[in-house]
């Protein structure tokens, strides 16, 4: 079994940062990628950012330059760093780990999520 969890949400005024963590537990073989996701309140789910083994990474265009995304491989763990957070930022954000189980065999596990609110 692999658990995925964050943290680092909360309440942060417009302007602010913000820092989300995501750890992935259990039987790894390894992760690839790793990434984070976002949904607005009766708006879906939509990509955030996500980082390959290697460390190449991908971004929503709306959001280079303001977010970005690493990771430690040794901790299976992933980040966010948040800046010049906008309202229109507040979301839940999610984190999403592609758990290699036996190569080439890959299967996706899913945090719980954890709220951003920007206030303006």
């Known amino acids: 079994q692999v658990q995925v969890m964050e943290s680092g949400g909360g309440l942060v005024q417009a302007g602010g940062s913000l820092r989300l963590s995501c750890a992935a537990s259990g039987t790894i073989f390894s992760i690839d990628p790793m990434g984070w996701y976002r949904q607005a309140p009766g708006k879906q789910r939509e990509l955030v950012a996500l980082?390959?083994?290697?460390?190449?990474?991908n971004y929503a265009d709306s959001l280079k330059g303001r977010f970005t995304i690493s990771r430690d491989n040794a901790k299976n763990t992933v980040y966010l760093q948040m800046n010049s957070l906008k309202p229109e930022d507040t979301a839940v954000y999610y984190c999403k780990a592609t758990v290699v189980i036996i190569p080439p065999v890959t299967r996706d596990y899913w945090g719980q999520g954890t709220q951003v609110t920007v206030s303006s």
């Open positions: 980082i390959t083994l290697g460390g190449s990474t």
